[in-house]
C-alpha cells in the first residue's frame, strides 16, 4: 500500500497490457496496434509516425525493445517486418480492442479477428 492506503498494482490492470516491459494504457495498445498494423502492409514511415504519435520520445527506445525481444525482424536492406510474434501481439491487440468495443482500432481488425493474417499478396502466412 502506499502513504494514502491504496493498494500497489502487482501486475498489469484490466485496462493495461504489459509490453516490452512497459505498461500500456489502452490508447498506447490502439497506437502500438496501428503501428504494427501499418508494418504488417510493409509501410515503415506509417508505423514510425505511429509510434511517435502513441509513445512520443520513447518511441525510439521502444522500437529497438520490439526488435530485441522477437516482435519485429530486419529484413532485406534492413527494412522492418513484423516477425510471428509480432503477428501474434497484433492479433492480441485487435481482439482486446475489439472486445472492449473502445472503436479505436476495431476498424483494422476484421481479417485479423479470424485468426489469419496475409500478407499484402493476399497469401495466408
Not at 91 to 114: E, P
Amino acid at each position: 500500500m502506499d502513504p494514502l492506503g491504496v493498494p500497489a498494482r502487482i501486475g498489469p490492470s484490466y485496462d493495461e497490457e504489459k509490453v516490452c516491459g512497459m505498461r500500456l494504457d489502452p490508447e498506447q495498445q490502439g497506437w502500438l496496434a496501428r503501428a504494427l498494423a501499418a508494418l504488417h502492409t510493409g509501410d515503415e514511415k506509417r508505423f514510425e509516425d505511429s509510434l511517435w504519435l502513441g509513445f512520443g520520445d520513447q518511441w525510439q527506445p521502444l522500437k529497438v525493445a520490439l526488435v530485441r525481444q522477437g516482435y519485429l525482424q530486419n529484413g532485406d536492406g534492413r527494412a522492418l517486418s513484423l516477425a510471428e510474434r509480432g503477428e501474434q501481439l497484433l492479433v492480441k491487440l485487435a481482439r482486446d480492442d475489439a472486445s472492449s468495443k473502445s472503436g479505436s482500432i476495431a476498424g483494422l481488425s476484421d481479417s485479423m479477428l479470424n485468426g489469419t493474417l496475409r500478407d499484402t499478396t493476399g497469401k495466408p502466412r
